[in-house]
């Protein structure tokens, strides 16, 4: 028993920190601009596009093509943030929607256009397959991967947004945009940053969520519910709200799957209810 | 009115007339299919099918024009599926309805069918109800029960397998294949000694793949729909060591669809599926099929779906020879009964009875084949029913 439970907390940590690396960059970018992206998935779906046309098309190994996604993905944001978004971070909530959502259906046109319907597939290599033992555990080893990739993505972050002049700069700009205008900071060219690091991180997720969930067109859609979730269960610009807010997402789909198969797919959204109903900002939401 | 607009209308509907009366009459084909959404993978799959044999044969049968009107569901959307199907009648006046990937697309459309008395030759929606909703709905897919009932049962007889542990998908077709198979593999004297149902659009296994691993079963039976999900499982399940030859693992044909296989790699080694197509028949006329196929679709190889929508144009072709282009619903029905041909997924026929399809399940086991994973065959079962019809 005990060691099933280890197994299922193992692969449940392993499965949010996944969802973790896709909605982080969401977190950071709604959290600081207020700017409610719903075409975050979307730029998921680019890197994997991106980790898959590098690692078919150009014959990069897998580690390669995972920067490769994170690159592609926060280049193409930042064009798209200079010529569409920036003009809707002060029109309302609902035009910020409307026109994120539209974003995602153009991009399944596209995918759908330049890669058609079928499932994308990648072959990692070896080393990354299988499992290990670990104190008599099986242990996927892709997952422990994952794992270690998304808590080297939160200690960059945690520190950069610390302890770093850009990170200082951006949560001046964030918390009074005036007073950071004033004293010389060019607040568009922050916030352009910001926005690419979001969005890059999405991709290197999508590139991450291949091997696990597959890739397709529908992808955007399909992982935004999740983002969301993530994101409100977490607090809004918290890099550790987000943190914890996708542990125990994952935890507990994967034990409320295991332990009650008849409801399980439905207890992360009671999760969801609940946390709200008692933190409506979120676990480590302030604003 | 002025003068000027009547002249002109006048003139409209004298040369829309006129174009009637002089062009070559055709019979328009209302092909309802989720072109965009979820499933979009398997509209455009079907859709090649269909085009194939347009291709092959030309578009002209008993002197007529044929004509293809295309309607987008979006989905698994029974409402959306009956609009757009009075659309294709009422607007678009179509003489037949076809398409039909998914069974709450085909139950909506149904109705339609009956009440306007067109034929609708359903392509793919495999749920056994769907040819008892109208006396005008011909199927050319398969059915989810025929394949497992037959497949349940070899498990236990010649598959040599005692117990197993099932994993089905939490909808319609899903259940469809645990009670059938269940019902094959208990009447031959198997067990079945646990069960669980994953959630349609499941990300992640893993949960249940620990499940299994704790009853610790002989054989596990899988269901699962094409696309991202079997190469998920199969990989979760390969990650615990629940791989052949230590438990046997037996699935519907999605399960090891190519891109599956490539994705699982050696841990597909040893899966059985039972499926009515199968890629790698070595058949002249589904190695003829293949080459073409994949010649017109940039190299992607033809499945279920794409068998699907070959035949049913087959049917809907052969049809109107019989009734030498009569398009109205009761002729071509009863054109389609009993019709019987060869597919290049073998031979195949329509049960004059239930108007839907016979044909011969092949139970294929992954094994490697010049390098590479193949679906090879290694039993045969012939003129297989449906065997929920009637069986009430």
Redesign the interface.
Same mark, same amino acid.
């Given at each position: 028993m005990i060691s099933?439970l280890a197994?299922?907390l193992f =692969?449940?940590f /392993?499965?949010g920190m996944l969802l973790f690396v896709l909605s982080v960059g969401l977190s950071v970018t709604l959290g600081l601009m207020n700017f409610i992206n719903l075409a975050h998935g979307a730029f998921g779906m680019l890197g994997g596009y991106v980790a898959v046309t590098a690692m078919r098309g150009l014959g990069l190994p897998f580690l390669a093509a995972l920067p490769a996604a994170f690159v592609a993905a926060a280049a193409i944001s930042v064009l798209l943030e200079r010529t569409l978004f920036r003009r809707l971070y002060r029109a309302g909530e609902l035009n910020q929607v409307l026109f994120t959502i539209g974003v995602v259906f153009v991009a399944t046109a596209m995918a759908?256009y330049a890669f058609?319907?079928? @499932?994308? &597939?990648? @072959?990692i290599p070896g080393w990354l397959?299988?499992?290990v033992e670990v104190a008599g555990l099986?242990l996927?080893t892709y997952?422990i991967f994952i794992i270690a990739v998304a808590l080297a993505v939160t200690a960059l972050l945690v520190f950069g947004l610390e302890r770093t002049r850009l990170g200082a700069r951006i949560r001046a700009a964030v918390d009074n945009q005036r007073v950071a205008q004033g004293l010389g900071l060019d607040v568009e060219k922050i916030f352009a940053v910001t926005f690419a690091l979001g969005s890059g991180l999405a991709g290197l997720g999508g590139a991450l969520a291949i091997?696990? &969930?597959?890739? =397709? $067109?529908?992808f955007g859609f399909?992982?935004l519910v999740?983002v969301l979730i993530v994101v409100s269960v977490g607090g809004l610009g918290s890099v550790a709200g987000s943190f914890f807010g996708a542990a125990l997402l994952g935890i507990c =789909?994967? /034990?409320?799957?295991?332990f009650v $198969?008849e409801i399980?797919?439905f207890l992360i959204y009671l999760l969801l209810v609940g946390i709200l109903f008692v933190r409506p900002l979120g676990l480590f939401g302030r604003r | 009115m002025s003068i000027r607009t009547a002249a002109a209308v006048a003139l409209g509907l004298g040369l829309s007339l006129s174009s009637g009366a002089f062009a070559q009459e055709t019979v328009k084909i209302g092909v309802i299919l989720p072109y965009s +959404? !979820?499933f979009?993978?398997a509209?455009?799959q079907l859709e090649a099918g269909i085009k194939l044999y347009m291709q092959q044969n030309g578009d002209e049968v008993a002197g007529k024009k044929i004509e293809i009107v295309r309607k987008d569901t979006g989905g698994p959307a029974p409402d959306v599926a009956k609009r757009v199907a009075q659309e294709l009648v009422v607007r678009d006046q179509v003489d037949i309805l076809a398409g039909f990937a998914l069974t709450p697309e085909a139950l909506g459309a149904a109705d339609v069918s009956a009440e306007a008395q067109k034929l609708m030759v359903v392509m793919n929606a495999a749920t056994s109800v769907v040819t008892e909703k109208s006396p005008y709905i011909v199927r050319t897919s398969v059915t989810i029960p025929q394949v497992n009932y037959v497949f349940g049962k070899w498990a236990a007889e010649e598959g040599g397998i005692k117990e197993a542990y099932t994993l089905v998908s939490d909808y319609g077709p899903g259940h469809d294949a645990e009670s059938s198979f269940s019902k094959g593999f208990t009447e031959a004297g198997g067990k079945i000694i646990g069960s669980?149902?994953? !959630?349609v659009?499941? !990300?992640?296994f *893993?949960?249940?793949v620990?499940?299994v691993k704790?009853a610790n079963p002989e054989a596990v039976y899988v269901f699962i729909p094409g +696309?991202?999900?079997p190469?998920?499982l199969g990989?979760a399940l390969?990650?615990?060591?629940l791989t052949p030859p230590d438990v046997k693992l037996f699935g519907q044909g999605e399960l090891t669809h190519p891109?599956?296989l490539? *994705?699982m790699?050696e841990t597909a080694k040893g899966i059985i599926t039972t499926f009515h197509y199968t890629l790698e028949r070595d058949d002249p006329l589904n190695n003829e099929y293949v080459k073409a196929y994949r010649e017109a679709n940039?190299g992607?190889s033809p499945d279920l779906f794409s068998i699907g929508g070959y035949d049913g144009m087959h049917l809907i072709y052969e049809a109107l020879k019989k009734t030498n282009g009569d398009t109205s619903g009761d002729a071509l029905v009863e054109a389609a009964k009993g019709m019987s041909w060869d597919s290049p997924r073998g031979p195949m026929s329509i049960d004059p009875e239930t108007r839907d399809v016979v044909q011969t399940v092949y139970i294929r086991e992954v094994k490697e084949v010049d390098g590479e994973l193949q679906n090879v065959i290694i039993h045969e079962i012939p003129n297989v029913k449906d065997p929920l019809h009637g069986a009430k």
């Open positions: 099933q197994i299922v =692969d449940g /392993a499965f759908t058609g319907t079928v @499932q994308q &597939v990648i @072959q397959r299988g499992s099986r996927g997952r091997e696990i &969930v597959g890739l =397709d $067109p529908s399909h992982y999740y =789909d994967v /034990a409320g799957k295991y $198969p399980g797919s | +959404g !979820p979009a993978d509209a455009n669980d149902k994953t !959630p659009a499941n !990300p992640d *893993s949960a249940f620990q499940r704790d +696309g991202a999900q190469a998920a990989k390969a990650d615990r060591g891109e599956a490539e *994705s790699g940039n992607r």
